[in-house]
């Protein structure tokens, strides 16, 4: 037994060795993999990949996915496009829109919000804030809702799934008082600054 002690001892060192080298054969093989499927974008996870097209904001909201996009909702040339941010997730939707608007320096943000039935459009103009709401289900169909882009107009986007939802962004803002935008028509009230 003596006799094939030295053997055995380097036949494990050997052993030893091969076992050590195989792995790390391994753990490159595997790295060269991952490497590779990143460069060709196979591992991308799905759903992430921007999306873009022409479609209406509604139609958008439609699709039952949570989105986060960039819109610009084409113009003439004269009156200048309007761009801006929207999101939707679950039937909700709100947008917030550099609108042209020569007659007041330039441009004025405008934004609104859908939840449920509901519309809310609001927008500052020199220094004053003015915001209406609308129910979309019972309204006068003859009332413009002036909402900064129409829901149904078709607009150009860039989205991608908005993963981290604020549902915050849906909640109308309570530093406006919004006047029913029917009730404003009928009383006579300034009504034409929104653009739409």
Do not use: H
Request: net charge negative; proline share 5%; hydrophobic share 40%.
């Amino acid at each position: 037994m003596k006799r094939f002690g030295p053997y055995i001892v380097i036949l494990i060192i050997i052993a030893v060795a091969i076992f050590i080298w195989s792995q790390k054969n391994k753990q490159n093989t595997v790295i060269e993999e991952v490497e590779q499927v990143n460069v060709e974008g196979v591992g991308t996870p799905a759903g992430k990949e921007p999306m873009s097209g022409v479609e209406s904001l509604a139609d958008l909201a439609k699709q039952g996915k949570s989105l986060e996009c960039q819109v610009v909702f084409d113009r003439s040339e004269v009156e200048g496009n309007i761009e801006g941010t929207y999101f939707t997730d679950k039937g909700k939707l709100r947008g917030d829109f550099v609108v042209p608007a020569p007659e007041f320096g330039g441009k004025i943000i405008s934004s609104m919000i859908v939840d449920t039935d509901m519309l809310f459009v609001w927008t500052t103009i020199e220094g004053q804030t003015m915001g209406f709401k609308t129910d979309l289900t019972s309204r006068d169909t003859s009332v413009p809702t002036k909402e900064p882009v129409a829901l149904d107009e078709p607009v150009k986007y860039t989205c991608t799934e908005w993963d981290m939802v604020d549902g915050s962004v849906f909640i109308p803002p309570t530093d406006v008082t919004f006047t029913d935008t029917d009730v404003a028509v009928k009383a006579g009230m300034e009504y034409g600054t929104l653009s739409n």
